[in-house]
Each structure stands twice: as structure tokens, then as C-alpha cells.
Nanobody, 124 residues
Framework: QVQLVESGGGLVQAGGSLRLSCTAS????????MAWFRQAPGKEREFVAR????????YYADSVNGRFTISRDNAKNTVYLQMNSLKPEDTAVYYC?????????????????WGQGTQVTVSS
């Protein structure tokens, strides 16, 4: 089992920045591919970004590419999502997710462990 706890959400004006953190406990953090997803009201949960176990490979949704950066610190069992140039359409609950192994996936059904989510609200 892996327990994930997100933090860092909040209210920010359009054009601003936030950094989300997700700290894991339980199994060996470096054994997991990590990802961020988000879900806006009335919409399906969508992929945002994912990172390989050692951080060498990252991948982003088109909607955030160039504005968001995913990173991880295996010594701290933490994955981050730096969000810059935020837009009102980035407003959502952001979830951290983990999947064991090296399969680099963007599909939510491949992720076994999820955090409780953190709210990000971007005002115009």
C-alpha cells in the first residue's frame, strides 16, 4: 500500500503560480511512476502530467505543456507540480496518483493509488 497526501492548492489570480506537493508513505517511492490528474466540476478526470521513477522521463497534457513542470525527490518521497501562467480553466481538484513499476501511462485506470485531492482555483 501507498498513501498519498497532496498539499499546496489554493486561490490564485490568472497569470499566477502555485506549487503542488504530494508526499508518499508506505512502499518504496522510487518503485512508482507518479502522475497528476485533475477534475473540474461537471467534467471527467483528466491527465495532467506524469514522471518516471527516476525523473528522467516526463510527459504533459497539451493544455499544460510549457506552463506546468512535474518533478520528484525520491529522498523526500515527494512529487511536485509547479504551475505557472495559470488560467481560469486550470481550476479543478488536483490529484496525485501512483502506479507500481516502469510502465509510463497517462490513463487513470492504470494508477492504483490516489491522494484525496487539493483544490486549485484560478480567478480571472
Amino acid at each position: 500500500q501507498v498513501q498519498l497526501v497532496e498539499s499546496g492548492g489554493g486561490l490564485v489570480q490568472a497569470g499566477g503560480s502555485l506549487r503542488l506537493s504530494c508526499t508518499a508513505s508506505g512502499r518504496t517511492f522510487s518503485n512508482y511512476v507518479m502522475a497528476w490528474f485533475r477534475q473540474a466540476p461537471g467534467k471527467e478526470r483528466e491527465f495532467v502530467a506524469r514522471i518516471s521513477w527516476n525523473g528522467d522521463s516526463t510527459y504533459y497534457a497539451d493544455s499544460v505543456n510549457g506552463r506546468f513542470t512535474i518533478s520528484r525527490d525520491n529522498a523526500k518521497n515527494t512529487v511536485y507540480l509547479q504551475m505557472n501562467s495559470l488560467k481560469p480553466e486550470d481550476t479543478a481538484v488536483y490529484y496525485c496518483a501512483a502506479t507500481w513499476g516502469s510502465y509510463l501511462t497517462t490513463q487513470s485506470y492504470n494508477y492504483n493509488y490516489w491522494g484525496q485531492g487539493t483544490q486549485v482555483t484560478v480567478s480571472s
